[in-house]
């Protein structure tokens, strides 16, 4: 009898930016941790305080290069105009029966670098190379299907299609 335990795995991906293919010289991609700014709201007549989300922090990752690259460094050192970044990985799930699905993975990004390396050398080492940047807007896919989509400047946060800040917008007149 097989088990119905399913796990997902994620080995690889491929980066892009402005559409442009970089295959092979991204050693290493850190995307955003999405960090939810939480605010105190304490009362009298309250045993305790909480804690209510408040907003979300700023998305920031970073992108360790394998290499200099002049062409990606052209795109990264103009601080006043945003990249488009997409990551693309292939998420497999396994069971006791081996591998039983393979579905697309797809992270979608607008994005300013902040910080864009020069270098770090060392005799008979590979070079290394750090990018971070910010990002405004965020949009994760599995298998064509939106996992989550943030846009910072439009006041849009959705998780699983549904969108969580529509009453929001209203309210403010958005």
């Known amino acids: ?76 050192l103009d601080p006043f105009t945003s990249v488009q970044l997409q990551v693309r990985g292939s998420l497999e799930t396994h069971t006791s029966q081996g591998r039983i699905a393979q579905v697309p993975y797809v992270v979608y990004l607008t994005a300013s670098f902040y910080e864009v390396p020069m270098g770090d050398f060392k005799q008979n080492d590979k070079a290394e190379f750090s990018s971070k940047f910010y990002a405004t807007y965020i949009k994760q896919q599995v298998n064509g299907q939106d996992v989550l989509e943030v846009d910072a400047m439009a006041n849009i946060y959705k998780v699983n299609g549904v969108d969580k800040l529509d009453l929001y917008r209203t309210n403010i007149g958005g």
């Not at 690889?12 to 442009?20: H, K, M, R, T």
């Not at 991204?26 to 907003?55: N, Q, R």
Request: glycine share 10%.
């Open 1 to 76: 009898m097989a088990g119905k335990i399913q796990l997902n795995t994620i080995n690889n991906a491929n980066v892009y930016i402005d559409g442009n293919c970089l295959l092979g010289r991204a050693e290493e991609f850190k995307l955003p941790t999405v960090k939810f700014k939480m605010s105190d709201h304490k009362a009298v007549g309250m045993v305790g305080a909480i804690k209510l989300p408040s907003g979300i922090e700023a998305l920031e990752g970073d992108i360790k290069w394998n290499s200099f690259y002049q062409d990606v460094w052209g795109k990264l």
